[in-house]
């Protein structure tokens, strides 16, 4: 099966700014949580940051749903 689905960097999606599908520049970033609390560990929770190409508006999202 060919499947084209090279989903990189560039894609449309819907700017609340813009209020209409506009080009993202879509990456995913480790953020170090937790530098204090009982748990003393560091986690680094992936976000996905997505910024529109045409006004420049940055959103990130955390992946992980705790
Ligand atoms: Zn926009």
Same mark, same amino acid.
């Given at each position: +099966?060919?499947?084209?689905?090279?989903?990189? *960097?560039? +894609?449309?999606?819907?700017?609340?700014?813009?209020? +209409?599908?506009?080009?993202?520049?879509?990456?995913?970033?480790?953020?170090?949580?937790?530098?204090?609390?009982? *748990?003393?560990?560091?986690?680094?929770?992936?976000?996905?940051?997505?910024?529109?190409?045409?006004?420049?508006?940055?959103?990130?999202?955390? +992946? *992980?749903?705790?």
């Amino acid at each position: +099966m060919a499947t084209t689905n090279d989903v990189s *960097n560039g +894609m449309t999606e819907p700017c609340e700014v813009c209020e +209409m599908d506009t080009l993202h520049e879509v990456t995913v970033q480790l953020v170090t949580e937790g530098d204090e609390g009982e *748990n003393a560990r560091y986690s680094r929770e992936p976000y996905r940051v997505r910024e529109c190409q045409r006004c420049g508006n940055r959103e990130s999202q955390r +992946m *992980n749903n705790a």
